[in-house]
C-alpha cells in the first residue's frame, strides 16, 4: 500500500488509507444487489420505524 500524507500528525495518509479500503477488492455484484434488495425489503415492511431526533433532523423547522 502507498504511502499518503496527509500533512497534519497524527493521521499519516488517514484519507489515502480510507480510500484504498473502499476501493480494495472485487466488488460482488450480485452480493450488492441482494443486499439492497433486503434492505429495501426490510424497509418497505415497516416493522420497526425510528424516530428522528431533533440534533439528527437538517430540514428548516416550520413556521
Known amino acids: ?12 495518509g488517514l484519507p489515502g488509507l480510507l480510500g484504498a479500503a473502499l476501493r ?3 466488488v460482488d455484484g450480485e452480493a450488492e444487489r441482494r443486499a439492497v434488495a433486503a434492505f429495501r425489503a426490510a424497509r418497505d415492511a415497516g416493522g420497526r ?6 440534533q439528527d433532523d437538517w430540514r428548516p ?3
Open 49 to 54: 420505524v425510528a424516530p428522528t431526533r431533533s
Open 61 to 63: 423547522r416550520g413556521r
Open 24 to 26: 480494495e477488492g472485487d
Open 1 to 12: 500500500m502507498a504511502e499518503h500524507d496527509t500533512g497534519r500528525p497524527g493521521l499519516p
